[in-house]
């Protein structure tokens, strides 16, 4: 590759590339344009890193509001108490598991205080979840900016380009 003078339109115009031609200003814009594009790409990746964060929150809810709607019928901690809880807690851990909840403790008689710990770990998982999209958020602005001043970057290389070539239409 090598730059050299082509025209006095195109004196940094690089030889053998695709920017052969060019002016200085739309070399620029289209690097800008593509770094843009990839800021675009990381912002929708983003995107959809924080709607699959907020789906699993949504299901650890939705697990937790199901479970807790029939162990909230279980009051006492007599042996038949205990086992109706691992009962219930077996017939959800395979949807718990998909979740990324360790169900490894379920198979076996739960007190009441044991239930309100798992269910406790289960509403923390969910926090976090929503506390991770908060992040991502920030992360997702972050990009969308640097997208909007890389095309605004790309826009103003465009039309200097404009200037110049009118000017030189005008002489």
Known sequence: MSVGAISTSNVNAIKGTEFEGMSIQMMAAM??????ATKKKEAEMKISDMKAQNDKAKALNNLLDKMNSELGAITKDEDKDKAARMAILIRY???????GIDVSGWNSPKSAEQIRAISSTIQHMAENCNSDNQTQMVKLQDFMGQYNSFVSGASDQIKNANQILQGLAKN
């Not at 690097?31 to 843009?36: D, K, S, T």
């Not at 851990?93 to 979740?99: H, M, Q, V, W």
């Open 31 to 36: 690097v800008m344009l593509e770094v843009g």
């Open 93 to 99: 851990s395979a949807e718990a598991k998909g979740l």
